[in-house]
């Protein structure tokens, strides 16, 4: 199926960034070679991903999506000590282990779960109650976490550059939401639609940042993976991944281009979605409240009520979330007024 020949990577870290930090012979060589370690790795999982995203586009044409596995879904955690292993030994009862990381990872993914359920009335990533499985302690000093068509995946981090993954309850939020586009809008990952891809996670992965802190847009600093820095890293001056109110932002280690303008064929998803990012930061900033009250909710309309279009541009979803948002809203006019506020600021 031709849809899925654009290989999602669906990582919080960009390769470029790994790359990049591998090759700085500032560094520490182990440090270094951590990096490098961590792009070979991720290379390697992104066949498994391209083939999990095959398989649900197809169980989605035959209808086999159409059954309620659960009424909510149930939270799994697997140790793959260090090795890679997938998905390792099933951690018994992760809600009161001793391991901080197990620990961790059982609570944020069941708060995930909850936000879903609670903002948006949706039963897990796939909207059918189906298990949510992770595996923690992935790989040696892994710098990375991801979702791979099936299940998160969380490195350790090399504690320098990198901090343990599962600190950061946005990167989380971000991999868990790559699964819920994975069965909605089942967008490519390239051009376009692969900065929507990414935006959209980014997004949610925020909104949940920002719903489990109880704060408003005002109070919320929009920061991508600010809790994952480590050390090393933060003393060279980078405070985050990205910044979605601030694409361009010099202390993100992977700033973004702010206009629609800006995206260049080939651009890596995590760059091209700065733009979109905007729009919805803007939007929600325009708007004030909580970012999920409104805005969010046409945010996930737009994923989630068209059926699959992994082609599509942002301009078309910027179109969508223009007409949901005159749909949905059509006696609070601030609210159209914030959304279009949104994607004229990055050229749309």
């Known amino acids: 199926m031709t849809r899925y020949m654009n290989q999602c990577t669906c990582f919080i870290l960009p390769k470029d960034v790994l790359e990049r930090l591998a090759g700085d012979k500032k560094l520490d060589a182990a440090l270094r070679k951590a990096a490098r370690d961590s792009a070979l790795i991720s290379d390697a999982i992104r066949g498994l991903r391209l083939k999990n995203a095959e398989l649900t586009g197809i ?4 209808g086999a999506h159409l059954v309620e596995l659960a009424a909510s879904p149930d939270v799994a955690v697997y140790n793959s000590k260090n090795t890679q292993n997938l998905p390792g030994s099933l951690v018994a009862k992760p809600n009161t282990s001793k391991d901080n990381t197990a620990k961790r990872c059982f609570t944020e993914t ?3 779960a909850k936000f879903y359920k609670s903002v948006f009335g949706r039963n897990s990533i796939d909207n059918a109650g189906m298990t949510l499985l992770s595996s923690i302690h992935y790989g040696s000093r892994y710098n990375n976490a991801m979702w791979n068509g099936s299940q998160m995946i969380y490195g350790d981090g090399d504690g320098q550059l990198f901090t343990d993954f599962t600190g950061g309850n946005d990167v989380i939020g971000h991999e868990l939401t790559h699964g819920v586009t994975q069965h909605t809008l089942q967008l490519g990952y390239s051009g376009d639609a692969g ?3 990414e935006s959209m996670s980014d ?3 925020s909104m949940f940042r920002q719903w489990e802190a109880g704060q408003d847009v005002t109070k919320a600093d929009w920061l991508i993976g600010a809790n994952i820095i480590g050390p090393a890293a933060a003393a060279r001056g980078y405070k985050c ?4 109110a601030n694409p361009a932002d010099k202390s993100a280690l992977a700033a973004q281009p702010v206009l629609y303008s800006q995206i260049t064929p080939g651009m890596d998803p995590h760059y ?3 733009p979109p990012n905007l729009a919805f930061a803007t939007a929600s900033l325009t708007l004030g409240g909580k970012s999920w009250e409104r805005v969010g909710q046409i945010w996930y309309a737009a994923l989630t009520t068209s059926g699959a279009n992994p082609n599509m541009t942002i301009p078309q ?3 969508r979330t223009r007409q949901i948002a005159a749909q949905m809203y059509a006696q609070q006019a601030d609210v ?3 959304v279009d506020a949104g994607w004229k600021k990055i050229g749309l």
């Open 203 to 205: 997004c949610f992965g």
């Open 317 to 319: 979803f910027a179109a």
């Open 110 to 112: 069941t708060s995930v």
């Open 336 to 338: 159209g007024a914030a």
């Open 241 to 244: 991944l990205r910044n979605m």
């Open 272 to 274: 091209s979605s700065g």
């Open 59 to 62: 169980a989605q044409s035959v």
């Open 195 to 197: 900065g929507l891809n």
